[in-house]
């Protein structure tokens, strides 16, 4: 499986924008972009995905470089809650659909 | 919002007993999954399971792990001999199928703390 590269940790400041990196420099065409995120004591949640163009949802915007080798999740306002830890995964697209985490990058937000 | 959920939050056993841990998939998903995450560490593949049998599984998932959906809508999780470093959190998840769904996203429950005395 192809491997992402996070920062460790991130701080961010309450209703601001929090721009969240990852490189995976070794993608492969037919890999796409998955983010996770892990709320304390909770199970992964679902954030976002995609191929090559940009992706907006309800919870966060994800912006992938023309050459796919890294890619940007962006909460637009960081709240209290969106403090977790956030992991930027490839999935191959096949039947199994497996995630591979990493260690991903622990978001703290304060007040 | 239809959710995972897994039975019991938290269990004990002593080492070389058998544990079950239960999972309640979103009703209309077909492919299952089931990961640990021991304490500080990182969220591991265990096993994932589609038309009633093992697809995929890690190196972690050697002969003392066994899954199994015995009815429709259960899937569990069986330990056979605990071992002290099977202490852990487990993570069920569920994807749905149909026409596009190879990307669809993993839904997680939150987890049955296992602790291994």
């Known amino acids: 499986d192809a491997k992402t590269t996070q920062p460790n940790s991130m701080e961010s400041n309450e209703e601001e924008p929090v721009h969240l990196p990852c490189n995976h420099s070794?993608?492969?065409?037919?890999?796409?972009i998955h983010w996770y995120r892990q709320l304390p004591s909770q199970g992964p949640e679902y954030v976002i995905h995609?191929?090559?163009s940009n992706v907006n949802n309800r919870m966060a915007s994800l912006a992938i470089a023309e050459d796919r080798k890294s890619s940007t999740l962006i909460l637009h306002r960081a709240t209290l809650r969106d403090a977790a830890v956030y992991y930027c995964?490839?999935?191959?697209?096949?039947?199994?659909?497996?995630?591979?985490f990493g260690q991903g990058t622990e978001l703290s937000v304060k007040p | 919002e239809p959710e995972v959920t897994q039975t019991p939050s938290h269990q004990v056993t002593q080492m070389g007993q058998e544990v079950i841990l239960r999972c309640v998939p979103i009703?209309?998903?077909?492919?299952f999954y089931w990961y640990r995450q021991i304490l500080g560490q990182k969220v591991e593949f265990l096993v994932s399971?589609?038309?009633?049998?093992?697809?995929?599984k890690s190196e972690i998932f050697d002969d003392q792990f066994s899954v199994e959906r015995p009815d429709g809508s259960n899937f569990t999780l069986k330990i056979r001999s605990t071992k002290l470093e099977d202490s852990a959190m487990y993570f069920c998840?569920?994807?749905?199928?149909?026409?596009?769904?190879?990307?669809?996203?993993?839904?997680f429950g939150n987890g049955t703390r296992l602790t291994v005395t």
């Open positions: 998840a569920s994807r749905g199928t149909g026409a596009g769904s190879y990307n669809s996203p993993l839904h």
């Open positions: 070794t993608i492969s065409g037919t890999d796409y």
């Open positions: 995609g191929l090559t």
């Open positions: 995964i490839l999935r191959r697209n096949n039947q199994g659909g497996k995630l591979i």
């Open positions: 009703s209309n998903h077909l492919y």
């Open positions: 399971f589609y038309n009633n049998e093992i697809s995929e």
